[in-house]
Nanobody, 119 residues
């Protein structure tokens, strides 16, 4: 089975940067779409960015131009580079692996890492 571990969160001032790594164990990383979600207090979890096995990326409008998702298949790690951070980026950030093969369809989630942006 798959396990995902996010790290790199913390407290940062507005305008600053953070990089979040998500390390995967188990099989299927290279054939799976990876994504970052976030959930702020009192709000629903929302998709921040995703990257397909072929490297195609998608971003939420709110982070476009500021965040970059990337993957390192040999390391089985996906990254979220966050620049020009704003207080409204404050949330718990979660890594997701979307495994799709034949009849098997499984989503795996990390435990989350807290990002707090001060004004």
């Amino acid at each position: 089975q798959v396990q995902l571990v996010e790290s790199g969160g913390g407290l940062v001032q507005a305008g600053g940067s953070l990089r979040l790594p998500c390390a995967a164990s188990g099989n299927g990383f290279s054939i799976s779409t990876m994504a970052w979600y976030r959930q702020a207090l009192g709000k629903q979890r929302e998709l921040v960015a995703s990257i397909t096995p072929g490297g195609s990326t998608n971003y939420a409008d709110s982070v476009k131009g500021r965040f970059t998702i990337s993957r390192d298949n040999p390391k089985k790690t996906v990254y979220l580079q966050m620049n020009s951070l704003k207080p409204e980026d404050t949330a718990v950030y979660y890594c997701k692996l979307e495994y799709r093969l034949s009849v098997v369809r499984n989503d795996y989630w990390g435990q989350g890492t807290q990002v707090t942006v001060s004004s």
